[in-house]
């Protein structure tokens, strides 16, 4: 059984900082790429950073200049750091992995279970 577990949600001024974590456990082979999704209530949800496994990145331009996502391939982790945070950030994150598991080496899309961010203007 593989699981992404998810933390650091939580309440935030705007203009301030949090930092998502979301480790991925179990029989594991590799891990491809990692990603954040958001989705806020009556939306759908919306990529909002993603990273390959060589550290290569990609943003929503709604985040680009003040979010940063980064993992640690060793720990099978990755972080989402939010600052100068925004009431219109407001939404439940999730985390997406591409998984090799082992000792299969079949490819699943993972998703966790969800932290839920919330920026108050």
């Known amino acids: 059984q593989v699981q992404l577990v998810e933390s650091g949600g939580g309440l935030v001024q705007a203009g301030g900082s949090l930092r998502l974590s979301c480790a991925a456990s179990g029989s594991i082979f590799n891990i491809n790429s990692m990603a954040w999704y958001r989705q806020a209530p009556g939306k759908q949800r919306e990529l909002v950073a993603s990273?390959?496994?060589?550290?290569?990145?990609n943003y929503a331009d709604s985040v680009k200049g003040r979010f940063t996502i980064s993992r640690d391939n060793a720990k099978n982790t990755v972080f989402l750091q939010m600052n100068s945070a925004k009431p219109e950030d407001t939404a439940v994150y999730y985390c997406?992995?591409?998984?090799?598991?082992?000792?299969?080496?079949?490819?699943?899309?993972?998703w966790g279970q969800g932290t839920q961010v919330t920026v108050s203007s």
């Open positions: 997406n992995a591409d998984v090799i598991r082992a000792p299969t080496f079949f490819l699943y899309a993972l």
């Open positions: 990273i390959t496994s060589g550290g290569s990145t």
